[in-house]
């Protein structure tokens, strides 16, 4: 998810409860997290440091407790910024981490190319570096996790597409598409992949409209197209925020309605928030494509301790880990470096009850309260 502030997220409350997830579920600790900027937990293994984008969604607040969980349980202090969704900050905050010489440093990228230069100089200053959620295009680091933002896209219209030949009998109908922020390389990929496989469909009608990631400016987006299409059919969202803006705007015109219902609007959305889980349990939102905040920080934290900072090389090849409901993912060699690429999956119906669903572990084990 690569996103801007959300003010609404602002004023919600996040709780931390005493809940520890086991090892054998998620590898992590128990530590609940500490204000952004400060140092806490470890043994002497040295200073994991994120740098984070940001604390205003729910997504990246689960990204930075992943990386913290993680660090503190394979030893290390931990230390976290926070850019306010502002590159430049971003950018200081990189080399302000850097200055301390920490074990390793991780980020989620603000600026997919802006980062480069950095990641050079940490590489010369045998920082090992790790990218989560939003690879960059330029650089090399030592290892990205992330997932197939195209195919993240494809999927979601998929769904679309297999839902409204389910409802006329053909492909045909009125989509939205609220996509993110396109200075985003993640959100690009996903806007690509959508209207790449709704361009094989002429009697589907696509309103592709730009949200920016920001939940108000949504339900602004989502709200004009329903006054200029009201038998919209079809709305999709690249994350979960904008998700929360698009049903803000149904509701205010009585149009959130179940999936039994024949005036329903199906809906598909990206991420795989808690919030999304029970979308799915009330009927409003057809199907998540799940990526795995989690396992981002996790796995980049074991692949950096394990191998880079020991001077190892990241095997390349299949992660399996049946603790993550995915279970298996390919890491393999790319211009920026070992990359490993989570598959996109379905959270429907069938499986949103799953405890390895991430939006399942972070309520259910970690006690973090969206």
Known sequence: MTTSPNPVFNRRTFGLGALGLTAALAGCGTTQAGPAGAASGGAGGGTGAYCNKGMNYFFFVVQNEAVK????????????????????????????????????????????????????????????????????????????????????????????????????????????????????????????????????????????????????????????????????????????????????????????????????????????????????KDGLLDAEVSQDPVAYGEICVEMLTKYTATGGAIPMGEYANAAYYWEKAPVMSTPQGPSCVIPPFYIDSSNVDDPRQWGNVVVQKWGLKQ
Do not use: C
């Open 69 to 280: 969980r993680k660090s503190e349980e394979l030893g290390h202090t931990f230390k976290t910024t926070d850019a306010k969704f502002d590159s430049s900050t971003q950018f200081d905050n990189w080399n302000s981490l850097l200055i301390s010489k920490p074990a390793f440093l991780i980020a989620d990228p603000i600026d997919s190319e802006g980062l480069a230069p950095l990641a050079q100089k940490a590489k010369n200053q045998k920082v090992p570096v790790g990218i989560i959620d939003t690879p960059l295009t330029k650089g090399e680091v030592d290892f990205t996790i992330a997932f197939d933002n195209k195919r993240g896209g494809e999927m979601a219209a998929e769904k679309i597409v297999e839902l409204l030949k389910k409802k006329y009998g053909s492909e045909k109908g009125t989509v939205l598409n609220g996509y993110g922020a396109l200075s985003s390389s993640a959100w690009r990929a996903r806007k690509e992949g959508f209207e790449g496989v709704m361009a094989k469909y002429p009697g589907i009608k696509v309103i592709s409209r730009p949200t920016e990631g920001d939940e108000a400016t949504a339900v602004s987006v989502a709200g004009a197209t329903l006054a200029e299409f009201p038998d919209l059919d079809a709305a999709h969202a690249p994350s979960d925020s904008i998700t929360r803006g698009i049903i803000t705007a149904l509701r205010s015109k009585n149009k959130a309605l179940p999936k039994d219902d024949p005036n329903h609007v199906f809906l598909t959305s990206i991420d795989g928030e808690p919030q999304s889980l029970q979308w799915i």
